[in-house]
């Protein structure tokens, strides 16, 4: 398993909470998308990401994308 797949089986098994499909590639593609696109000195804004989301079909909103960040902040995950 690669670092996202391990990431995201420890959010959900952290949480205690089962996440559906969407939910969990949503999580996938933000933590990729972050990595691959953001630094201390590039960060991106929820948009962006929700743009990002939607160039591979996943639909979503602000409410979900700013939860995901949160749980990312929460599981002490620096990404910017």
């Known amino acids: 398993k690669n670092i996202v797949q391990q990431a995201a089986i420890c959010f959900s098994q952290k949480e ?18 972050l990595w691959t696109m953001s630094d201390e000195e590039h960060p991106v804004t929820i948009v ?6 939607d160039s591979l079909d996943i639909k979503t909103n602000q409410k979900p994308c700013r939860m995901t960040l949160f749980s990312f902040r929460k599981a002490a995950l620096t990404l910017y």
């Open 16 to 33: 205690g909470a089962i996440m559906s499909s969407n939910n969990k590639s949503r999580l996938l593609y933000i933590m990729k998308y």
């Open 48 to 53: 962006d990401i929700m743009t990002y989301l």
